[in-house]
């Protein structure tokens, strides 16, 4: 059987959205809380940028992918309005009811569906923007999860893909310092769980730079593919447009 990657774990593809699926039903109550104290609340900022940049207008068609607890999708459906559709996906059923329950306490009401990124349920060139923010990573075929979101989006759609990156040459070691040492640290004492924080830190590093990544997503079908570093490399977006 093939092999994939979780963490630093050679495992068999069948195994890892099993396992991935476990790492987050054990953070998902405390997903928001730990999110604010591991970025010391930049993950805020980062989304704001992203938000910033997907410039979404009203009437908009609009898929959030492995949308967690909501943040971008709330965001996304201010700006598309009573016109536009925000769509909240998450393979994970313990991350899409926090993030449904947080949205319905505050009067939000958008589609969900719990689906896996590699085979979403939309008919081709149904949406005008897609994101997955701080998820990408997670998933077993990163390429065919990138084809998927090509494929449902318009010809001239945009992809905007938030996640963890390679950092600055000064800002790895004590940034491997931070997240192999504090951030298990913090998972077990905050979310009773370090070892889910460990495979975070872990899955950061195996997923694919900067340029890697826009490789991948100009050969999903991304005709042009802009590189936004954020926190000097350690966060990028990146930013994609359907051939």
């Not at 319905?104 to 008919?123: R, Y």
């Not at 990573?137 to 390429?143: D, F, I, L, S, Y």
Request: proline share 4%; with cysteine.
């Amino acid at each position: 059987m093939a092999q994939t990657h979780f963490g630093y774990q050679n495992v068999d593809e069948a195994e890892k959205a099993g396992r991935v699926r476990g790492v987050f039903d054990s953070v998902a109550t405390k997903y928001d809380l730990m999110n604010d104290v591991l970025s010391l609340g930049l993950h805020r900022a980062w989304k704001a940028y992203t938000v910033a940049v997907a410039a979404v207008r009203p009437g908009m068609q609009v898929l959030d992918v492995a949308g967690g607890t909501g943040d971008l999708a709330r965001a996304f459906a201010e700006r598309a309005g009573p016109t536009g559709r925000v769509v909240l996906t998450d393979i994970n059923e313990a991350m899409l009811r926090a993030g449904r329950d947080r949205l319905l306490d505050d009067g939000v009401l958008l589609p969900t569906a719990a689906c896996d990124a590699e085979h979403l349920p939309f008919v081709d060139a149904s949406f005008d923007l897609a994101s997955v923010a701080f998820g990408l990573r997670n998933m077993t075929h990163k390429e065919a999860a990138l084809a998927e979101m090509a494929r449902v989006l318009r010809p001239g759609g945009r992809l905007l893909v938030l996640e963890f990156s390679r950092p600055a040459p000064l800002l790895r070691k004590p940034y491997d310092w931070y997240s192999f040492t504090l951030m298990p640290l913090l998972g077990k004492l905050i979310a009773k769980d370090g070892d889910s924080y460990r495979y975070l830190a872990e899955s950061i590093r195996m997923h694919p730079d900067q340029a890697a990544l826009k490789a991948m997503m100009k050969a999903a079908g991304f005709g042009h593919v802009d590189i936004h570093n954020l926190a000097g490399g350690i966060v990028a977006l990146h930013v994609g447009i359907k051939c």
